[in-house]
Each structure stands twice: as structure tokens, then as C-alpha cells.
């Protein structure tokens, strides 16, 4: 079984920035891909980055590129996704999400986070 839990969404201000943590536990003994993705309310879920386990390959949305940077460390089984310039745009709970072997960086993925809900004011 595989668990994940994402921390370190809130309310912050437009141009502001924030980092959000996703930490794997369970079965932990096998690479995991993995991707970050965000829903806003009315909205369907969206994909908003994701990383190969070996960090080789990463992939943003048009809509996040050179403002988000999506990073792990697997020593901690842990993913991070550094969001700058904020915009009231990016409000949305944020997920995580792990698999071996996703079919592409969008998806799909075997495994979710509760989510973690980032406001940003303007």
C-alpha cells in the first residue's frame, strides 16, 4: 500500500511564492514517478507537472512553465513543487500523485494525495 501526503499549501499573495511537499510512505521500495496536479473550484482536475524517478525528465503545463519547478529527493521518498509569481489563477487544491510506470507524464497515475489547498489573493 501506498500513501501520500502532500503539506504546505495557503494563502498567500499574487506575485508571492510557495513550496509544496508530497511524501510517499508505504511501499516504498519501488520508483515512482511523479506528477503534480491541481483542481480549482467548478474546474476539472489539471495537469501541472511531473518528474521521471530519476529526475531526467520533467514536464510543466504551458500554464505553469518558468514559474513552477517540480524536484524529489528519493533518499526521502519526497517530491517538491516550488511555485513563484503566484497568480489568483494558480488557486486550486493541489494533488500528488506516484506510479510506476505512467503511460505519459500526464498520467495516469495509480496513486493520490488528499490535496493540499493553495489561495492566492490579488
Known amino acids: 500500500q501506498v500513501q501520500l501526503a502532500e503539506s504546505g499549501g495557503e494563502l498567500v499573495q499574487a506575485g508571492g511564492s510557495l513550496r509544496l511537499s508530497c511524501v510517499l510512505s508505504g511501499r516504498t521500495v519501488s520508483r515512482y514517478a511523479m506528477g503534480w496536479f491541481r483542481q480549482a473550484p467548478g474546474k476539472e482536475r489539471e495537469f501541472v507537472a511531473s518528474?521521471?524517478?530519476?529526475?531526467?525528465?520533467?514536464h510543466y503545463a504551458d500554464s505553469v512553465k518558468g514559474r513552477f519547478t517540480i524536484s524529489g529527493d528519493n533518499g526521502q521518498r519526497a517530491w517538491y513543487l516550488q511555485m513563484n509569481s503566484l497568480k489568483p489563477e494558480d488557486t486550486a487544491v493541489y494533488y500528488c500523485a506516484a506510479d510506476l510506470a505512467p503511460k505519459s507524464p500526464m498520467g495516469p497515475y495509480n496513486y493520490w494525495g488528499q490535496g493540499t489547498q493553495v489561495t492566492v489573493s490579488s
Open positions: 518528474i521521471s524517478w530519476t529526475g531526467g525528465s520533467v
